[in-house]
Every structure is written in C-alpha cells, then in structure tokens.
C-alpha cells in the first residue's frame, strides 16, 4: 500500500484526510507533519509516494515546502496536492507552477479527495514503469542481448568517443579484432545452442581479461573487438595473447559431459602518437591484422602494418599504410609477443569462390557489407573437441 505524507498545521485536518484516505481504501500508510521543515525531514527520510500539503502555515508554508522539495531531484516523482483556500485562486496557479500536480480546495469533498490521490498515485505508478521500460530499452539498443557486451551500433559510437578523446591528449590506443576459429564447424558439429553458449562463455572472458574502462563490442557474428584505452601496439598485443590464452584453455562442458574448446584468430593495431587515424582505417587494420592470423595457421595474433606519417590528412593515412620495415614494428610480432611472423607470402584478398561477395557479419550471423571483413584462410584445422 502506498504511503502519503500529510503535512498541515490544523491537527483536525490532518486527521480528517487520514481517515477519509484510509476509508476510501487508498493507503493506509501515513506519515503527518506540522510545517514545511517536518515535512521535509520526513521525505528525506521515508519513501513517500504522495504528499498533500496546506499552503498556509507557520515558519515553512507550502510554496517553501515545494522549492525545498524541487532542488532535490530524487523526489521529482513524488506528486503534491496542494490544499487551497476556496477563492485562492492566485494560491492554487503559484503552487502548480511551483511544481504541484494539483490542488484541492478546503473544505474538501470526501469523496474528491480519495478520488484525485487515486488517479496521482496510479500515475506514479505508471510514470515509474514507463522509466523502467524505457531504461530497458536503452540497455537493448547498447547492448547485444545474447553475449551482454556492447553491440556494435554502441560499440561503434564508444569507439568514436574514446579515439577522439586519444586524439585529443596525443594518447595511444589499443584495437584488437578477435574472431572465434572455424566457429562454423562448431555450430555444424554440435548445434547453434551449443555455438550461442561458446559465444556467451567467450564474451565473459573477454570482459573478465580486460579493465573496467577498455571496451568490448560484438563486431559481428563471431568476431569481437576490444578498445583499449592508453594501451600502444605492444600492450595491446599482451592483452590479445592474454585474452586468447585464457579462451583456448578453457572448456566448454556439453550435455553428455564431454568438453569443446575453441580457439582465437586476432589482429592488433593502435593509434600511434601524433596520428589521427578514424576508427574505419583502425578497424580496417585490426581486421587486415585477423586476416593474417587466420591465413597463418589461425590460434594467434598478428600486429597490423602501419607506419606514422604526416597526420592530418585522412587520405594520407591510407598511403601511409603499408607493410612495416620498421625493425622495432618486426620484433613486436616475435613469438615473445605470442604472435607468430607469417611465413606465408602475403596475398591479396580473393576469394575461393569468386562469387562469394566479400562481406562480414552482424551479430544475428547475417552477412552484410562492412568495411572490415575477411576470407576464410586454405589452411583449415577442426575446431577441437577435447
Ligand atoms: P574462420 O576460422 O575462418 O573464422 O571460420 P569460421 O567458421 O569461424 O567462419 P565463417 O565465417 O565461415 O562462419 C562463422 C559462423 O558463425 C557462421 C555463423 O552461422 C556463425 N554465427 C554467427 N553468429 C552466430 C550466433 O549468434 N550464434 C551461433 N550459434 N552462430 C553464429
Ligand atoms: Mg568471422
Ligand atoms: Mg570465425
């Protein structure tokens, strides 16, 4: 049952609509004060779902009472009857626009009065499920239902926010692509359910390697990518191998008891100090990065080709992508890194199947055009059932 404070300095009052209240079926709950500062303390102090408030009283009357009430936001849904002098109608306008749903004239009618506080507490409550509702929305369109991440709308926006910030304090930050191996099979050999549960359980490791600020989005179907604030090329690699470490090692348990692992694919890049790369040209790297590491034997990762230049023209950025012979860029792909120097010749992208469109994936697995995607590489090994 809800709960109205009553505050006015007429005790017959205070009782009269306690009892008209109670009567009427209402509430039963009910909290009385003499002033504006009692009430206030009472508010403070208690959920209180209406008040109904005198205007007239001593020390703190009741437009006092509303501006108290008003600079404190918490207590913006709580409604307020003002009571009103019968011709006070200058009381009755300066009240509502003090922030008072509404106002009852005294003497009141029985009857009205349980009346107007049923149609002001029905209308809480459905203000308060309208907010409920709509806080769920906001977490459905920031986040992918099935893994809890970010998804890549969201993801997408964070990103943006998080380079422009990079750029701004000349700071460095960290891409990693991921995409689960052969992840296909997995869902061919075992069920989609089995895939969602590996897509869930990799998606919580992601989150469970990483700090509180980096970010994690579900790319596409099977593909991940993290952003990794103050992190450079070298830490953003140390996290990679980390996080696929921890993926290859642990098990998925099915329902006949028996376990699947599954491996990682990833690319690395980040924005290089004085650079001012756009999240489309870091993906694109991270996701050339992944095409590597999947072309290379897959279960590794790969640091992007990417060499400074003059940084303020976008266009020249593009130019100044190019495989890297900076010794420095080489060691960091040394196996200290956990990533693997490809030995197989760089190829251009083409497909098995010339048919096959180049595209990637959304998170419902539907294939849609998107700047950043890959073929499958020709060396393919199963994903292991251990
Ligand atoms: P590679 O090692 O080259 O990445 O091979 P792959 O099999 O992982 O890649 P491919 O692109 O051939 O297949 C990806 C699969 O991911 C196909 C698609 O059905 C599956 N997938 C995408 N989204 C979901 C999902 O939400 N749930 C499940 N169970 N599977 C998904
Ligand atoms: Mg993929
Ligand atoms: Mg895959």
Not at 319 to 324: G, T
Not at 329 to 336: D, H, L, M, T, V
Request: hydrophobic share 35%.
């Amino acid at each position: 049952m809800p709960r109205v404070l009553i505050i006015d300095d007429s005790e017959s009052i205070r009782h009269r609509v306690q009892n008209t209240l109670k009567e009427g079926g209402v509430c039963d709950e009910f909290l009385t004060a003499t002033n504006g500062i009692e009430g206030i303390r009472f508010l403070l102090e208690h959920d209180v779902d209406l008040i109904l408030c005198d205007v007239v009283m001593p020390h703190i009357d009741g437009f006092k009472f509303l501006n108290l009430k008003k600079s404190r936001r918490q207590f913006d849904d709580v409604p307020v009857i003002m009571l009103t002098g019968e011709d006070d109608v200058g009381a009755k306008v300066r009240g509502l626009e003090a922030g008072a749903s509404d106002y009852l004239t005294k003497p009141f009618h029985e009857k009205e009065l349980v009346a107007r506080v049923r149609v002001h507490l029905q209308n809480k409550e459905l203000r308060a499920h309208l907010r409920a509702k709509n806080e769920q929305l906001e977490w459905l369109a920031r986040v992918d239902p099935l893994t809890g991440v970010a998804n890549r709308r969201h993801f997408m926006e964070s990103f943006e926010l998080e380079l422009n910030r990079a750029i701004r304090h000349n700071r460095p930050l960290g891409c990693v692509m991921l995409d689960i191996d052969h992840f296909k099979r997995v869902n061919d050999t075992h069920g989609h359910l089995v895939g969602d549960a590996i897509l869930v359980r990799v998606a919580r490791e992601l989150k469970g390697a990483l700090r509180g600020h980096d970010l994690v989005g579900r790319y596409g179907g099977e593909e991940f990518v993290l952003v990794l604030p103050e992190v450079d090329t070298h830490g953003a690699a140390a996290v990679a191998e980390r996080c696929r470490m921890i993926i290859r090692e642990s098990c998925h348990t099915m329902e006949d008891g028996t376990s699947l692992n599954v491996t990682v694919s990833l690319g690395i890049t980040s924005r290089l100090l004085d650079t001012e790369p756009s999240v489309t040209e870091l993906l694109r790297l991270a996701d050339d990065a992944l095409y590597r590491a999947k072309e290379a034997g897959r279960d590794q990762l790969q640091l992007a080709n990417v060499t400074k230049g003059s940084s303020r023209n976008p266009k020249a950025l593009t130019a100044r992508v190019r495989k890297s012979n900076d010794p420095s860029e080489r060691r960091k792909s040394s196996p200290a890194t956990g990533a693997r120097s490809s030995k197989a010749p760089v190829r251009r992208r083409t497909t098995k199947n010339p048919t096959k469109k180049k595209t990637s994936k959304n998170p419902s697995g539907k294939r849609s055009k998107a700047p950043a995607s890959r073929r499958k590489a020709n060396n393919s090994k199963p994903a292991a059932p251990g």
